[in-house]
Structures are given as structure tokens and as C-alpha cells.
């Protein structure tokens, strides 16, 4: 139950804003394009992502100006499922804000982020930290505490504008900007990944629940 009395998952919730990723895939992670049929380019993936929330909500709960940081390990195609996950939600986030992402971040909240509640088989913990999300120029860059330090940028194109695979049915959004790392360092819940120069990418988003 919900403090208004509202069951969980029948909540009305929306998110825009930014999302940044990294994984250990070389060159360009897979998913994008296949959906998850087929398995990361080292047959496993681990990885991190950084969310950006320029306006949101959870009901009467405002989640705009908040970041979120995620924590991703898949054993093998994404579509199978298995993962284990952590969230990092922004500590200027009071609790009915905590709460809200926690529900949203876990896929308990439906909608877009559902998936998670399939997928994710072992959920690490969600815990408040300081999530910096900063853009300069195209770069942008995540900072949680001491847990994820990472930089991506676009990968560019003919004339120099970014590579943008467009139309697509990746869960994330249709248009996934091509990026790399330039730096990807991890230290947290016992993993020491270190994914500089790897696979990334940067989607504009737009997701919403509990229906789609």
C-alpha cells in the first residue's frame, strides 16, 4: 500500500530527462539493436548507468532535479534475465522521493522500468548517495559518492555530429546516441570494474506508469 492508500503499481508516475550508460562491450553493446536476442560482445554484461531527471513525478511526489545511479550485472543475453541490480538515489531526495524511485527503479512501479521486476533476480540494495550529473560541451559525467566515477561522450559522425541509431524498440527510448567512456570506474557492492574506452550510450527519455 501507498501512504494515500493507492495500491503500489497502480500508481500514476512519469520521468523526462537524460540517461548515460556504460558497459564492458567493445565498440557498440548489441542490445540496442537486437533487443536482448543477442549476448553482449563479451558474453556477459556489467555495467552502469547514470539517470538525469529533469522533470518527474510519483504521483503528488515531484522527483524533478533529482539523478539516480544504477548498477548492472547480466550474465549472459539481456532477454534472460538473471540480473543483479543496485540503484544509488540522489541524497537530496526526501523520503517519499526515496521511496517513489526505489519503486520505480525496482520495476515494482510498472511502466516503462517493469522489466526490472522480470529481470533482475537479485535486487543489491538501493541507498541514498550524493549522484552528480553534469554535461559539458557532450560530455557528460557521472559522479555517486565513491561508488561510480564515469565521463561519456558521443562518438561522432560524418562532419562531426553524432551517430544516432534512430526508430528503435530498445526499452530505453527509440533514439540511442553511439558514445564511449572515457572514463568508467566502478568500486561497489564488492565489484572493481574498470571499462574506460568501452561501450556507451545516451538516450533521451521519456518514461511513464504504470501502463505503457
Same mark, same amino acid.
Given at each position: 500500500?501507498?501512504?494515500?492508500?493507492?495500491?503500489?503499481?497502480?500508481?500514476?508516475?512519469?520521468?523526462?530527462?537524460?540517461?548515460?550508460?556504460?558497459?564492458?562491450?567493445?565498440?557498440?553493446?548489441?542490445c540496442v539493436v537486437s533487443l536482448g536476442d543477442h549476448p553482449p560482445t563479451e558474453g556477459?554484461?556489467?555495467?552502469? %548507468?547514470?539517470?538525469?531527471?529533469?522533470?518527474?513525478?510519483?504521483?503528488?511526489?515531484?522527483?524533478?532535479?533529482?539523478?539516480?545511479?544504477?548498477?548492472?550485472?547480466?550474465?549472459?543475453?539481456?532477454?534472460?534475465?538473471?540480473?543483479? *541490480? *543496485?540503484?544509488?538515489?540522489?541524497?537530496?531526495?526526501?523520503?517519499?522521493?526515496?521511496?517513489?524511485?526505489?519503486?520505480?527503479?525496482?520495476? *515494482?512501479?510498472?511502466?516503462?522500468?517493469?522489466?526490472?521486476?522480470?529481470?533482475?533476480?537479485?535486487?543489491?540494495?538501493?541507498?541514498?548517495?550524493?549522484?552528480?550529473?553534469?554535461?559539458?560541451?557532450?560530455?557528460?559525467?557521472?559522479?555517486v559518492g565513491k561508488a561510480i566515477k564515469g565521463e561519456v561522450e558521443p562518438v561522432p559522425?560524418?562532419?562531426?555530429?553524432d551517430q544516432v541509431i534512430t526508430n528503435t524498440n530498445y526499452w530505453m527510448g527509440p533514439?540511442?546516441?553511439?558514445?564511449? %567512456?572515457?572514463?568508467?570506474?566502478?568500486?561497489?557492492?564488492?565489484?572493481?570494474?574498470?571499462?574506460?574506452?568501452?561501450?556507451?550510450?545516451?538516450?533521451?527519455?521519456?518514461?511513464?506508469?504504470?501502463?505503457?
Amino acid at each position: 500500500m501507498e501512504m494515500d492508500g493507492t495500491q503500489l503499481g497502480q500508481v500514476e508516475w512519469a520521468i523526462k530527462g537524460e540517461l548515460i550508460l556504460n558497459c564492458n562491450c567493445t565498440v557498440f553493446c548489441p542490445c540496442v539493436v537486437s533487443l536482448g536476442d543477442h549476448p553482449p560482445t563479451e558474453g556477459y554484461c556489467m555495467g552502469w %548507468a547514470g539517470i538525469r531527471i529533469d522533470s518527474g513525478n510519483y504521483g503528488d511526489v515531484d522527483l524533478s532535479g533529482l539523478n539516480v545511479g544504477l548498477l548492472l550485472e547480466i550474465p549472459g543475453r539481456m532477454g534472460r534475465g538473471n540480473w543483479k *541490480a *543496485a540503484a544509488y538515489i540522489d541524497d537530496r531526495s526526501d523520503d517519499a522521493a526515496f521511496e517513489a524511485l526505489c519503486h520505480i527503479f525496482t520495476g *515494482a512501479a510498472k511502466g516503462t522500468t517493469g522489466l526490472f521486476k522480470m529481470l533482475v533476480s537479485e535486487f543489491l540494495g538501493a541507498e541514498r548517495a550524493p549522484v552528480t550529473f553534469e554535461t559539458e560541451g557532450n560530455k557528460r559525467r557521472l559522479i555517486v559518492g565513491k561508488a561510480i566515477k564515469g565521463e561519456v561522450e558521443p562518438v561522432p559522425g560524418k562532419g562531426g555530429a553524432d551517430q544516432v541509431i534512430t526508430n528503435t524498440n530498445y526499452w530505453m527510448g527509440p533514439d540511442i546516441t553511439v558514445a564511449k %567512456a572515457n572514463v568508467a570506474k566502478v568500486r561497489a557492492f564488492g565489484r572493481v570494474w574498470d571499462f574506460d574506452g568501452k561501450s556507451a550510450e545516451i538516450c533521451q527519455i521519456d518514461w511513464k506508469g504504470p501502463g505503457r
